[in-house]
């Protein structure tokens, strides 16, 4: 139980620190960045908080590998402020050594310590040149999509050489909570590529916590309460047994003038000795077989998975002494509980017991007398002779099958939970938006003819990846809700995020019975496990919104604007339009607002044509094809034409992969439930130590050794129904 504890107190300490890691790994603990166009903008923020570190990285050549996959040399001034995620080696120390990502690794077969040869080429001279540097990290990095949706990743070396473009990430001192908003609010109205880290790394910079404390994390902490619980029952137990075994010696003791205090502090020093010894193995055992299980479960989930960024295992110190101080209260409050029991009844006293049962013949009889099987009343009765060691036994039971309940229903509903986001019945295809190589691409044509493949079944389309710009600086206060202004506070720039998808115009139609713009006016408040609560936004039916884009010509900023009338709607989802696995993501942020407007795809790529200096090659189209034949019809479309104008094709059936939480939560519900089992199998075995003399009594009586089992298993039954029954 100690061992267990100490388990989950160390895995409840690192997963409170998850988000910070995750963000830490996979953008940085910079609190905001500038690029190259923003330099005044560096100078100014320097003003209000003082720097304290830098990193600058800068970009230095790049080569096309592949149709879809590009590589970036980029230089990294020093990996303070953006170590990233390694997921083997070690750090660059000089120019001549790299990172490469894992996604890098699996397209070249290279691996550690490789020399490479590269032709890249370089920005600044607009020419070809020849690089060779050895290979002394991975890092667990897929690479991002560019405009083109080609996938781009990064080649990563120590150097101070800075060129044209470039970017500044800043971990200024530690501030105030205003000076903090302050610069979010300046970041907020840039137009040059600056911005702010992730809320998570802002605490650290005006001296608040980085952890955050989840509706999981307080299970867990719930989960070690019901562990000192059970260690508590069978510790106490225990000690009554050994207690009770040892009463004659005590009667001596007495005789001999040793007081009720000389006893407790005997039975304290016992306990003082278990306790350190379990102390010490439990807190070992506990990290170093929770670190192995944790390293274990990472290595598992990271095996093909390029791009998560799992939290490392910590210990707190502070932790282990609240734990190791809870331990040893549990201890010595159980033992001088057990003390206070040393008084048996004999078990003459049970057999002379009477049981009142009313019949013709007689008002009372006693168990011996009694026709039933005097087993099957001894089985009975022995629960009612010792109330109190008997309810703690139920309680033990009582705990180990709820909690196996509340685990098999966690289970079974994260199952069905996924089932729903899996959308296994769909195979999704992106499709290119538009093709640089070919002018004549159309992408209806890719459509007509993918509709030939499954046109027995429905199929959907949907559009993602289109911009408007920057939304134009507009007063919320009147526009949000009462009940948005409870649960999240106040709404502003800095924290919506306005995402236009797009859908095919008859789907559009028949879902809304209208042409205008629609804003799902929603946003998701997690109260608790699957306990969702759905919080409308804005108040108005009707809202008129400005979008800006912003362009350097000649080295200056220029602006040009696109206006929108979005009807509001309340009842409508993603869903509704057959869009499946983006409500989560965008609705469920707990520090972003997602404002999710739907059109007609034609429509949006229409209003983006109004900007003159927007390109809008970022956008792809998701074709979602209904089929039970996912093998078959995925065959097919990759040894088709169309297949050139394919950016992906995802088979749900073999993404049905478990997270990182799932196979620890599974790991630690099969060890809780082994301890909660052996100690329930450690009660039931002293109970049947103790009734040694009880036994040879039966026997002298008559009773054979075969209904002394059938005694104990009808005991041990009840006591297991009833704790199923409870804990039903």
Same mark, same amino acid.
């Given at each position: /139980?100690?061992?267990?504890?100490?388990?989950?107190?160390?895995?409840?300490?690192?997963?409170?620190?998850?988000?910070?890691?995750?963000?830490?790994?996979?953008?940085?603990?910079?609190?905001?960045?500038?690029?190259?166009?923003?330099?005044?903008?560096?100078?100014?923020?320097?003003?209000?908080?003082?720097?304290?570190?830098?990193?600058?990285?800068?970009?230095?050549?790049?080569?096309?590998?592949?149709?879809?996959?590009?590589?970036?040399?980029?230089?990294?001034?020093?990996?303070?402020?953006?170590?990233?995620?390694?997921?083997?080696?070690?750090?660059?120390?000089?120019?001549?050594?790299?990172?490469?990502?894992?996604?890098?690794?699996?397209?070249?077969?290279?691996?550690?310590?490789?020399?490479? %040869?590269?032709?890249?080429?370089?920005?600044?001279? %607009?020419?070809?040149?020849?690089?060779?540097?050895?290979?002394?990290?991975?890092?667990?990095?897929?690479?991002?999509?560019?405009?083109?949706?080609?996938?781009?990743?990064?080649?990563?070396?120590?150097?101070?050489?800075?060129?044209?473009?470039?970017?500044?990430?800043?971990?200024?001192?530690?501030?105030?909570?205003?000076?903090?908003?302050?610069?979010?609010?300046?970041?907020?109205?840039?137009?040059?590529?600056?911005?702010?880290?992730?809320?998570?790394?802002?605490?650290?910079?005006?001296?608040?916590?980085?952890?955050?404390?989840?509706?999981?994390?307080?299970?867990?902490?719930?989960?070690?309460?019901?562990?000192?619980?059970?260690?508590?029952?069978?510790?106490?137990?225990?000690?009554?047994?050994?207690?009770?075994?040892?009463?004659?010696?005590?009667?001596?003791?007495?005789?001999?003038?040793?007081?009720?205090?000389?006893?407790?502090?005997?039975?304290?020093?016992?306990?003082?000795?278990?306790?350190? #010894?379990?102390?010490?193995?439990?807190?070992?055992?506990?990290?170093?077989?929770?670190?192995?299980?944790?390293?274990?479960?990472?290595?598992?989930?990271?095996?093909?998975?390029?791009?998560?960024?799992?939290?490392?295992?910590?210990?707190?110190?502070?932790? /282990?002494?609240?734990?190791?101080?809870?331990?040893? /209260?549990?201890?010595?409050?159980?033992?001088?509980?057990?003390?206070?029991?040393?008084?048996?009844?004999?078990?003459?006293?049970?057999?002379?017991?009477?049981?009142?049962?009313?019949?013709?013949?007689?008002?009372?009889?006693?168990?011996?007398?009694?026709?039933?099987?005097?087993?099957?009343?001894?089985?009975?009765?022995?629960?009612?002779?010792?109330?109190?060691?008997?309810?703690?036994?139920?309680?033990?039971?009582?705990?180990?099958?709820?909690?196996?309940?509340?685990?098999?229903?966690?289970?079974?509903?994260?199952?069905?939970?996924?089932?729903?986001?899996?959308?296994?019945?769909?195979?999704?295809?992106?499709?290119?938006?538009?093709?640089?190589?070919?002018?004549?691409?159309?992408?209806?044509? #890719?459509?007509?003819?993918?509709?030939?493949?499954?046109?027995?079944?429905?199929?959907?389309?949907?559009? %993602?990846?289109?911009?408007?710009?920057?939304?134009?600086?507009?007063?919320?206060?009147?526009?949000?809700?009462?009940?948005?202004?409870?649960?999240?506070?106040?709404?502003?720039?800095?924290?919506?995020?306005?995402?236009?998808?797009?859908?095919?115009?008859?789907?559009?139609?028949?879902?809304?019975?209208?042409?205008?713009?629609?804003?799902?006016?929603?946003?998701?408040?997690?109260?608790?496990?699957?306990?969702?609560?759905?919080?409308?936004?804005?108040?108005?039916?009707?809202?008129?919104?400005?979008?800006?884009?912003?362009?350097?010509?000649?080295?200056?900023?220029?602006?040009?604007?696109?206006?929108?009338?979005?009807?509001?709607?309340?009842?409508?989802?993603?869903?509704?339009?057959?869009?499946?696995?983006?409500?989560?993501?965008?609705?469920?942020?707990?520090?972003?607002?997602?404002?999710?407007?739907?059109?007609?795809?034609?429509?949006?790529?229409?209003?983006?044509?109004?900007?003159?200096?927007?390109?809008?090659?970022?956008?792809?189209?998701?074709?979602?094809?209904?089929?039970?034949?996912?093998?078959?019809?995925?065959?097919?479309?990759?040894?088709?034409?169309?297949?050139?104008?394919?950016?992906?094709?995802?088979?749900?059936?073999?993404?049905?992969?478990?997270?990182?939480?799932?196979?620890?939560?599974?790991?630690?519900?099969?060890?809780?439930?082994?301890?909660?089992?052996?100690?329930?199998?450690?009660?039931?075995?002293? %109970?049947?130590?103790?009734?040694?003399?009880?036994?040879?009594?039966?026997?002298?009586?008559?009773?054979?050794?075969?209904?002394?089992?059938?005694?104990?298993?009808?005991?041990?039954? /009840?006591?297991?129904?009833?704790?199923?029954?409870?804990?039903?």
């Amino acid at each position: /139980c100690i061992t267990l504890i100490f388990s989950l107190g160390n895995y409840f300490y690192s997963s409170i620190y998850n988000s910070y890691y995750s963000t830490l790994y996979s953008s940085g603990k910079w609190l905001y960045m500038y690029t190259h166009l923003s330099e005044n903008l560096g100078e100014q923020l320097a003003k209000l908080a003082p720097v304290e570190n830098t990193t600058i990285k800068s970009t230095v050549a790049s080569k096309q590998l592949s149709e879809d996959y590009e590589i970036e040399l980029v230089n990294y001034s020093n990996f303070d402020l953006c170590p990233g995620y390694l997921y083997q080696g070690r750090y660059p120390q000089n120019e001549n050594e790299v990172i490469v990502s894992r996604e890098f690794i699996a397209r070249t077969n290279y691996q550690i310590n490789d020399t490479i %040869n590269l032709s890249l080429y370089d920005i600044e001279d %607009n020419q070809e040149k020849n690089y060779t540097f050895q290979i002394t990290g991975i890092s667990q990095f897929s690479g991002y999509r560019k405009e083109n949706r080609s996938m781009a990743d990064y080649i990563i070396r120590l150097s101070s050489q800075r060129t044209s473009q470039y970017v500044v990430y800043v971990a200024p001192k530690q501030m105030s909570k205003n000076t903090l908003d302050s610069i979010n609010k300046q970041l907020g109205n840039d137009l040059t590529g600056a911005g702010m880290n992730d809320s998570v790394m802002w605490n650290q910079y005006i001296g608040e916590p980085s952890y955050n404390i989840k509706i999981y994390d307080i299970t867990l902490v719930f989960l070690m309460i019901f562990l000192l619980g059970v260690m508590s029952i069978t510790i106490h137990n225990q000690f009554v047994v050994s207690f009770k075994q040892r009463k004659h010696y005590y009667g001596l003791m007495s005789s001999m003038g040793a007081t009720k205090s000389d006893m407790r502090i005997l039975a304290v020093l016992e306990a003082t000795f278990y306790t350190i #010894v379990g102390l010490v193995l439990g807190l070992l055992v506990g990290y170093f077989a929770t670190k192995a299980i944790y390293d274990m479960t990472i290595d598992i989930y990271l095996k093909d998975n390029f791009s998560s960024f799992p939290s490392p295992f910590l210990i707190s110190v502070p932790l /282990c002494l609240i734990i190791s101080l809870l331990v040893i /209260c549990t201890i010595y409050v159980s033992s001088l509980l057990a003390l206070r029991r040393t008084y048996k009844e004999s078990i003459i006293d049970l057999i002379k017991s009477t049981m009142t049962i009313k019949n013709k013949n007689s008002d009372f009889s006693t168990i011996l007398f009694h026709k039933k099987p005097i087993w099957l009343l001894l089985g009975f009765r022995y629960p009612l002779f010792d109330k109190r060691k008997y309810i703690s036994v139920i309680a033990t039971l009582i705990f180990t099958v709820s909690f196996f309940n509340i685990s098999t229903y966690y289970f079974s509903v994260n199952d069905q939970y996924q089932k729903q986001l899996d959308d296994s019945d769909n195979i999704k295809i992106l499709l290119k938006h538009i093709d640089l190589n070919n002018p004549e691409y159309r992408i209806e044509d #890719v459509i007509d003819t993918l509709n030939t493949y499954n046109s027995e079944n429905e199929n959907y389309l949907f559009m %993602n990846g289109i911009s408007m710009g920057r939304l134009r600086e507009i007063s919320f206060d009147t526009m949000i809700t009462d009940k948005y202004k409870e649960s999240f506070g106040t709404l502003s720039e800095e924290n919506i995020n306005i995402t236009f998808i797009g859908v095919d115009e008859e789907n559009f139609k028949d879902v809304t019975n209208m042409d205008q713009p629609l804003l799902i006016n929603k946003k998701v408040k997690i109260h608790g496990i699957r306990d969702e609560e759905i919080v409308p936004i804005f108040k108005e039916d009707m809202l008129k919104l400005q979008f800006v884009n912003s362009y350097i010509v000649n080295d200056s900023f220029h602006y040009e604007t696109t206006d929108m009338d979005i009807v509001v709607d309340n009842e409508l989802s993603l869903e509704d339009f057959h869009i499946k696995g983006l409500s989560d993501t965008l609705l469920k942020d707990d520090y972003i607002t997602a404002c999710i407007i739907i059109a007609p795809y034609q429509y949006l790529i229409d209003m983006n044509a109004h900007y003159q200096h927007m390109e809008n090659n970022d956008i792809y189209f998701e074709y979602v094809m209904h089929t039970k034949q996912h093998d078959k019809l995925i065959d097919e479309i990759r040894h088709s034409k169309v297949m050139e104008y394919i950016l992906d094709i995802d088979n749900p059936l073999q993404q049905q992969n478990k997270s990182f939480s799932d196979y620890l939560v599974e790991i630690l519900t099969l060890l809780v439930f082994i301890v909660c089992i052996a100690n329930l199998g450690v009660v039931i075995t002293s %109970n049947n130590v103790e009734r040694k003399r009880d036994f040879a009594l039966f026997q002298s009586l008559g009773m054979n050794l075969n209904e002394i089992k059938k005694l104990i298993y009808i005991e041990n039954i /009840c006591l297991i129904l009833i704790a199923i029954l409870i804990s039903i």
